[in-house]
C-alpha cells in the first residue's frame, strides 16, 4: 500500500501534499501520450457521434440501451450545480478519458465508476484523481473498498457493485422452493475459471450417496464451448441430471434461476457477479466460496444463503436444500439491493460531495438499471437526457 500511495502522491500532489487539480494530474498526461490511449479512442473513431458520446457500440436491438456511459443528471449552467456521469465496465474507466477532455468536465460533471473487475490495486484509478473531481468508486470487495478508501484523495468508496441495480419486475418467482424444477442453478461462462468441475464433482458425491440433483446451467461460450461442458459433466457420470441453456434472454434466465431452490456461484474470483443478486430477486438462495476475491461475502449470511470453503460445497447445498424455510433472499433483497435502493444510496453520497463544495443540489439523480446493459428506469429519460448527450460533443478529444 506504501509504495502504491508514494505513486498517487507523484502524480497527484504538490510538493506540499496537497491534491492538484486533474489538468495537472501527471499519470492522467502520461497515459494521453500512450499507444495504449490513442488504441481505446480509435474504437469509436468511425462510429457517429451519438454513439461516442454514450461509448456505445452500434447495435440496433434495444432502443432503450445506453453505452458504457449514462447521464443521470444534467448540468446546470445557470447555477453550476453539477451533473452526473455512470461509467461502466473497467475497460471503459480508461477509454474516457482517452476520449473525453476530463480537465474540462471536471467542474461539470460528478463521477460514478462501476467497474467489472476485482483488484483495484491500478494507478490507472489515478486519473480520476484530482482536487476539482467528484469522483464515486462502487467497491463490493471489502478489499477494493479499503484501498480506495485509504487512499485520502477524491476517490469516495461506497459498497455497491454492478450487481446491486437488477431489475426487481424482471427477476422474481412465485413458486415456493419445493415446487421448483431444479435443486440447484448456476449462471457463469463457459471458462475453466468458472470451476464447472467443482459442481459436478460433488454432484457424483451426492449421487453415490442417493442425492440426484438437477441441475440447470446459463452460460455462453468463453474459452470454453458447451460441448466441453457437456464432456465434464458425462466424464463424471451426471450429464442426464444437467440441463443447459446457452445465450438466453434476461427473461429465460429470471424464469430458470426463479425455477431453482439453490444458486451456486463456483468461481473463486470475479468481479461484480450480477447472476448472484438476480438470484436473490427471484427468492432464491446463494452459495458462494467463503474466500472469493470480487464478490461481497458479507452479504451472504443468514436469509441470504451460505458460504463453503474448498472442500464444502457438497454440505453447503444440502443445508440449503434441506432447510428451505431458513431463507427469505428476496426479503433481503428489497431491504437493501436493487436499482431503487442503490440510487436512493447513491443520491444520498453524492449530495453530500456537491454540498461540501458549496454547490446547490436541486435535482435527484435519475434511476438506471443493469439490464444487463445499461437502461433508465423510466423510457422518457432516453429523451429527457438526449440534449445533454449532444452537449459532450464538444468534450470530445
Given at each position: 500500500?506504501?509504495?502504491?500511495?508514494?505513486?498517487?502522491?507523484?502524480?497527484?500532489?504538490?510538493?506540499?501534499?496537497?491534491?492538484?487539480?486533474?489538468?495537472?494530474?501527471?499519470?492522467?498526461?502520461?497515459?494521453?501520450?500512450?499507444?495504449?490511449?490513442?488504441?481505446?479512442?480509435?474504437?469509436?473513431?468511425?462510429?457517429?457521434?451519438?454513439?461516442?458520446?454514450?461509448?456505445?457500440?452500434?447495435?440496433?436491438?434495444?432502443?432503450?440501451?445506453?453505452?458504457?456511459?449514462?447521464?443521470?443528471?444534467?448540468?446546470?449552467?445557470?447555477?453550476?450545480?453539477?451533473?452526473?456521469?455512470?461509467?461502466?465496465?473497467?475497460?471503459?474507466?480508461?477509454?474516457?478519458?482517452?476520449?473525453?477532455?476530463?480537465?474540462?468536465?471536471?467542474?461539470?460533471?460528478?463521477?460514478?465508476?462501476?467497474?467489472?473487475?476485482?483488484?483495484?490495486?491500478?494507478?490507472?484509478?489515478?486519473?480520476?484523481?484530482?482536487?476539482?473531481?467528484?469522483?464515486?468508486?462502487?467497491?463490493?470487495?471489502?478489499?477494493?473498498?479499503?484501498?480506495?478508501?485509504?487512499?485520502?484523495?477524491?476517490?469516495?468508496?461506497?459498497?455497491?457493485?454492478?450487481?446491486?441495480?437488477?431489475?426487481?419486475?424482471?427477476?422474481?418467482?412465485?413458486?415456493?422452493?419445493?415446487?421448483?424444477?431444479?435443486?440447484?442453478?448456476?449462471?457463469?461462462?463457459?471458462?475453466?475459471?468458472?470451476?464447472?468441475?467443482?459442481?459436478?464433482?460433488?454432484?457424483?458425491?451426492?449421487?453415490?450417496?442417493?442425492?440426484?440433483?438437477?441441475?440447470?446451467?446459463?452460460?455462453?461460450?468463453?474459452?470454453?464451448?458447451?460441448?466441453?461442458?457437456?464432456?465434464?459433466?458425462?466424464?463424471?457420470?451426471?450429464?442426464?441430471?444437467?440441463?443447459?441453456?446457452?445465450?438466453?434472454?434476461?427473461?429465460?434466465?429470471?424464469?430458470?434461476?426463479?425455477?431453482?431452490?439453490?444458486?451456486?456461484?463456483?468461481?473463486?474470483?470475479?468481479?461484480?457477479?450480477?447472476?448472484?443478486?438476480?438470484?436473490?430477486?427471484?427468492?432464491?438462495?446463494?452459495?458462494?466460496?467463503?474466500?472469493?476475491?470480487?464478490?461481497?461475502?458479507?452479504?451472504?449470511?443468514?436469509?441470504?444463503?451460505?458460504?463453503?470453503?474448498?472442500?464444502?460445497?457438497?454440505?453447503?447445498?444440502?443445508?440449503?436444500?434441506?432447510?428451505?424455510?431458513?431463507?427469505?433472499?428476496?426479503?433481503?433483497?428489497?431491504?437493501?439491493?436493487?436499482?431503487?435502493?442503490?440510487?436512493?444510496a447513491l443520491n444520498v453520497t453524492l449530495k453530500r460531495l456537491t454540498e461540501a463544495r458549496g454547490l446547490p443540489w436541486t435535482e435527484d439523480i435519475a434511476e438506471k438499471i443493469n439490464a444487463p446493459e445499461m437502461i433508465y428506469a423510466k423510457p422518457l429519460d432516453v429523451e429527457r437526457f438526449g440534449v445533454e448527450y449532444e452537449s459532450l460533443r464538444e468534450f470530445l478529444r
Amino acid at each position: 500500500m506504501r509504495g502504491v500511495r508514494a505513486e498517487l502522491d507523484w502524480g497527484c500532489r504538490d510538493t506540499g501534499g496537497r491534491l492538484v487539480n486533474v489538468s495537472s494530474n501527471q499519470w492522467l498526461a502520461e497515459f494521453l501520450r500512450t499507444r495504449e490511449a490513442d488504441t481505446l479512442r480509435s474504437r469509436f473513431d468511425s462510429w457517429g457521434d451519438h454513439h461516442r458520446v454514450r461509448m456505445r457500440e452500434p447495435n440496433d436491438e434495444n432502443p432503450q440501451r445506453q453505452g458504457d456511459l449514462i447521464l443521470l443528471k444534467r448540468y446546470n449552467r445557470a447555477t453550476g450545480e453539477k451533473g452526473v456521469i455512470v461509467l461502466k465496465y473497467t475497460e471503459s474507466l480508461w477509454r474516457f478519458p482517452a476520449m473525453f477532455r476530463l480537465e474540462a468536465l471536471a467542474s461539470r460533471y460528478a463521477f460514478v465508476l462501476e467497474p467489472s473487475s476485482w483488484g483495484y490495486e491500478d494507478p490507472r484509478f489515478f486519473l480520476y484523481v484530482g482536487s476539482d473531481m467528484d469522483v464515486v468508486v462502487q467497491s463490493p470487495w471489502p478489499r477494493d473498498h479499503e484501498f480506495i478508501t485509504q487512499l485520502h484523495s477524491n476517490l469516495l468508496s461506497v459498497r455497491i457493485g454492478a450487481g446491486d441495480w437488477v431489475d426487481p419486475k424482471t427477476f422474481s418467482s412465485n413458486k415456493a422452493p419445493r415446487d421448483r424444477r431444479f435443486d440447484v442453478v448456476a449462471v457463469s461462462a463457459w471458462s475453466a475459471l468458472k470451476r464447472h468441475e467443482d459442481l459436478f464433482r460433488v454432484a457424483a458425491q451426492l449421487k453415490a450417496a442417493g442425492r440426484e440433483l438437477q441441475i440447470a446451467l446459463i452460460g455462453y461460450p468463453l474459452d470454453w464451448t458447451q460441448e466441453r461442458v457437456r464432456q465434464l459433466a458425462r466424464t463424471y457420470g451426471i450429464e442426464r441430471q444437467c440441463t443447459i441453456y446457452e445465450q438466453v434472454p434476461q427473461s429465460v434466465v429470471a424464469e430458470i434461476v426463479g425455477d431453482s431452490r439453490l444458486y451456486v456461484l463456483m468461481s473463486r474470483r470475479e468481479g461484480a457477479n450480477k447472476a448472484l443478486y438476480e438470484a436473490l430477486w427471484c427468492d432464491t438462495p446463494v452459495a458462494v466460496y467463503d474466500a472469493h476475491r470480487g464478490v461481497n461475502t458479507d452479504i451472504v449470511r443468514g436469509e441470504v444463503g451460505t458460504l463453503y470453503d474448498a472442500h464444502g460445497l457438497a454440505a453447503a447445498i444440502a443445508r440449503v436444500l434441506d432447510n428451505p424455510d431458513r431463507f427469505a433472499p428476496r426479503r433481503w433483497a428489497e431491504q437493501n439491493t436493487g436499482y431503487a435502493n442503490s440510487t436512493a444510496a447513491l443520491n444520498v453520497t453524492l449530495k453530500r460531495l456537491t454540498e461540501a463544495r458549496g454547490l446547490p443540489w436541486t435535482e435527484d439523480i435519475a434511476e438506471k438499471i443493469n439490464a444487463p446493459e445499461m437502461i433508465y428506469a423510466k423510457p422518457l429519460d432516453v429523451e429527457r437526457f438526449g440534449v445533454e448527450y449532444e452537449s459532450l460533443r464538444e468534450f470530445l478529444r
